[in-house]
T-cell receptor
Framework: QKEVEQNSGPLSVPEGAIASLNCTYS??????FFWYRQYSGKSPELIMS????GDKEDGRFTAQLNKASQYVSLLIRDSQPSDSATYLC???????????FGKGTTLSVSS | GAGVSQSPSNKVTEKGKDVELRCDPI?????LYWYRQSLGQGLEFLIY????????KSGLPSDRFSAERTGGSVSTLTIQRTQQEDSAVYLC????????????FGSGTRLTVV
């Protein structure tokens, strides 16, 4: 089983809709979870972090964590064409010190 | 500096040559990470530095790859006898602690081995 799994997409949503991005991870000991956004040809940028079960909201973004199900999600409300990018889920390795990244989900928001 | 700086931004090299990639992290960041990203692939972890030591180098794909960090700041990733499969974007990131608070990435070095 891969350590961090994401649906590669593409996920296509119309402008103004809610985009839902999902991620599962394999190591139950993981404690830190992150969402990065990567525009084509650019490097990843951190958009959300979450450490506790439940929801964390920041503007149009909401991260959700369920450690029992080993599941992390990112909701983007009122999606904009500028949100079109690849979204990477990252999880810490409890026995190591680096983040492990999923392969990313490509989001396309049409106007 | 204000951000993570990587150089060169692009490097084309002939198969079999050695290359050096440089990373200058955010000032004061003690943790430094190297990843690589091949076309259409996710980020593959290579090595982690805390200060000048590398407690986790488990991601280095072969003994052709090595990295060092000096003065708790600049890091150099060296690839010896480059192969075509080494072609990728090499990304450096830094954080002010172990990474539990997320990283800041540099803009990367695009390496092409011909």
């Amino acid at each position: 089983q891969k350590e961090v799994e994401q649906n590669s997409g593409p996920l296509s949503v119309p402008e103004g809709a809610i985009a839902s991005l999902n991620c599962t991870y394999s190591d139950r000991g993981s404690q830190s979870f992150f969402w990065y956004r990567q525009y084509s040809g650019k490097s990843p940028e951190l958009i959300m972090s979450i450490y506790s079960n439940g929801d964390k909201e920041d503007g149009r973004f909401t991260a959700q964590l369920n450690k029992a199900s080993q599941y992390v999600s990112l909701l983007i409300r009122d999606s904009q064409p500028s949100d079109s990018a690849t979204y990477l889920c990252a999880v810490n390795r409890p026995a190591g010190t680096a983040l492990i990244f999923g392969k990313g989900t490509t989001l396309s928001v049409s106007s | 500096g204000a951000g993570v700086s990587q150089s060169p931004s692009n490097k084309v090299t002939e198969k079999g040559k050695d290359v050096e990639l440089r990373c200058d992290p955010i000032s004061g960041h003690t943790a430094l990470y190297w990843y690589r990203q091949s076309l259409g692939q996710g980020l593959e972890f290579l090595i982690y530095f805390q200060g000048n030591s590398a407690p986790d180098k488990s991601g280095l794909p072969s003994d052709r790859f090595s990295a060092e960090r000096t003065g708790g700041s600049v890091s150099t990733l060296t690839i010896q006898r480059t192969q075509q499969e080494d072609s990728a974007v090499y990304l450096c990131a830094s954080s002010d602690r172990q990474g539990d608070y997320g990283y800041t990435f540099g803009s990367g070095t695009r390496l092409t081995v011909v």
